[in-house]
Nanobody, 118 residues
Framework: QVQLAESGGGLVQAGGSLRLSCSAS????????MAWYRQAPGKQRELVAQ???????YYADSVKGRFTISRDNAKNTGYLQMNSLKPEDTAVYYC????????????WGQGTQVTVSS
């Protein structure tokens, strides 16, 4: 069983920055894809960014050029640096670690609130 713990959320003004961290327990982190999702009130959960075990990133169009995903496998930790934040970035952000090929894994954190004021 893997446990994920997010930290770094909070309240920030538009244009500001936050850095989210996702700390994973166990020993599988380095062989999984690490992803950040978010869910705003009344909306579906959406993929924000992900980074493969080999370090290849993907970003949703809405955050390209503003957010940077990274990982430190030695520390079992992933990060999401969020710059130039907008009010529409307000959501609960969830960390996910997954592996789609056998053996498969899919674990979620409990989420951290990010609120961007205008």
């Amino acid at each position: 069983q893997v446990q994920l713990a997010e930290s770094g959320g909070g309240l920030v003004q538009a244009g500001g920055s936050l850095r989210l961290s996702c700390s994973a327990s166990g020993s599988i982190f380095s062989i999984t894809t690490m992803a950040w999702y978010r869910q705003a009130p009344g909306k579906q959960r959406e993929l924000v960014a992900q980074i493969t075990s080999s370090g290849r990133p993907y970003y949703a169009d809405s955050v390209k050029g503003r957010f940077t995903i990274s990982r430190d496998n030695a520390k079992n930790t992933g990060y999401l640096q969020m710059n130039s934040l907008k009010p529409e970035d307000t959501a609960v952000y969830y960390c996910n670690t997954n592996r789609r090929s056998a053996p498969t894994y899919d674990y979620w954190g409990q989420g951290t609130q990010v609120t961007v004021s205008s």
